[in-house]
């Protein structure tokens, strides 16, 4: 499809609405409406909502990479090596991360499995070794790979989107994180940066055992 003005607005308008729906139903606002209102339907909520957020994604997806427009710029030579090799190291921390999360929990089997009716999550807090640079990890590592690919009109409309959501959405996120774990959560956020790890604030393991209670 030919690139145009009208697509890329388009583009841009459909990103909003897919985070718009995600926001809504994450936020604990919609969670207590169901809690009051559906209590039985609660221990199903999360699948549905990583169901719903799956599907209602293919359609940026595929749009935005249904747009042709001109290369912005093009990883050649060394720098082919250097993104695509910040981009491995990213996806190797996604991975590394996932022995920090209960990924039952995230899935939403967990809380089928125990009938769970309770709007807060379940998982105490933990400050994993990557927690102790940057407090949204996933976040900046899917960054790392969104800027690493080689760029088009059309992509940059997608990584431009997907950049700001996350901006927006670790605040939205770190919102629920203080109703969660309260005073604890907020000297964690004292001490390490959101999104980008800064050389000198991070936390020592012995403080992060102590923000955790665990000293």
């Known amino acids: ?19 718009a729906i995600h926001s809504f139903m994450a936020s604990l606002e919609v969670k207590g409406f169901v809690a009051a209102k559906r209590p039985g339907f609660m221990p199903y909520y999360r699948l549905t909502f990583n169901a719903i957020s799956l599907l209602l994604i293919i359609p940026p997806l595929c749009y935005s990479h ?12 060394g720098w082919f090596f250097v993104a695509n090799g910040l981009a491995v190291l990213a996806a190797a921390g ?15 089997l967990r809380q089928l499995r125990e009938g769970a009716k309770t709007v807060l999550e379940q998982e105490h807090f933990i400050i994993s070794t990557i927690h102790r640079f940057v407090r949204h990890p996933w ?14 009109a059309g992509f940059l ?6 950049s700001l ?9 770190e919102r629920k994180l ?3 774990y309260g005073e604890v959560y907020r000297s964690y956020m004292e001490r390490v940066p959101g999104l980008f790890p800064i050389p000198w604030r991070f936390l020592s393991k012995r403080e992060a055992l102590k923000i955790m209670g665990e000293l």
Do not use: C, H
Not at 8 to 17: H, M, Q
Not at 165 to 173: A, H, P, R, V
């Open 165 to 173: 959501y996350f901006i927006i959405g670790s605040k939205l996120e």
């Open 157 to 162: 409309v997608t990584a431009v989107a997907v």
């Open 139 to 152: 976040y900046f590592l899917g960054m790392v790979i969104i800027w690493t690919r080689d760029m088009d």
């Open 94 to 108: 996604f991975y590394w991360t996932l022995n920090y999360y209960d990924s039952s929990e995230f899935i939403g």
């Open 1 to 19: 499809m030919q690139l145009s003005v009208q697509n890329i607005v388009l583009l841009g308008l459909i990103w909003i609405v897919y985070f």
């Open 178 to 180: 203080i109703v969660y």
């Open 66 to 77: 249904s747009l042709d427009g001109p290369v912005l710029w093009k990883w050649d030579g």
